[in-house]
């Protein structure tokens, strides 16, 4: 299909009215192709039209552009962490992303209150805890820690199944990210018991990679 593609594409004329190279994609050779040689001819297509018309290709699809803050990633060492933030901050990052998850859970709590502290009131954190903890350490790290600033913790629990006793207890947002990898939750097959996460209420975010 690749190499089809590749002989028709020298003569298709790439129009810049968003709608208009729609209908005319929906008409052509390449509306024929494989799925996936047909996406990523297409994405080329409107690729093109968008420079074209130097404007983003999000906002040539009609999409409405809109400032997302980037979350700094700082993991390591406790003093490698607060050096980072500092200098992150110092930058004007105020969104900031930890990972946590470790053995040692008064030194996790250590390194969000350190955070905390050095951000200031106007910063938010975000949580990894890379599955490790179980219900109970989940639970105690959040007690100790408190929600103060953060927007959620991702993959909380070695035991997903467990995010909605998670949640009850300590009402801080949980975010899905390995979870979301599971190949049965799409394929149809037999659902696994985490799949109903998709829908908690305690699953306030989705980790998209």
């Known amino acids: 299909d690749l190499v089809e593609a590749q002989s028709h594409l020298k003569d298709f004329n790439v129009v810049l009215d968003k709608d208009e190279l729609v209908t005319s994609l929906r008409g052509s050779i390449f509306a024929g192709l494989c799925p996936s040689v047909r996406f990523g001819v297409e994405s080329v297509l409107f690729g093109l039209a968008a420079q074209a018309r130097a404007i983003f290709l999000a906002e040539f699809l009609g999409g409405v552009l809109e400032d997302v803050p980037t979350a700094a990633l700082l993991q390591g060492p406790h003093e490698q962490i607060l050096a980072d933030a500092r200098d992150l901050s110092a930058r004007g990052y105020q969104v900031f992303k930890l990972k946590v998850g470790s053995r040692n859970i008064p ?3 250590k390194k969000v209150q350190d955070l905390r502290a050095l951000i200031g009131g106007q910063g938010s954190i975000r949580l990894d805890g890379n599955r490790v903890w179980s219900l109970k350490e989940a639970m105690l790290f959040v007690d100790l820690a408190g929600r103060a600033q953060i927007e ?35 394929r149809g097959l037999p659902a696994p018991p985490m799949a109903g996460l998709v829908d908690s209420e305690a699953v306030k975010y989705y980790v998209l990679k």
């Open 107 to 109: 030194l996790d709590v």
């Open 152 to 186: 959620f913790i991702e993959e909380p629990l070695s035991d997903m199944g467990k995010t909605g006793e998670f949640y009850q207890a300590t009402h801080m947002p949980v975010a899905l990210d390995e979870t979301l990898s599971l190949p049965r939750l799409w």
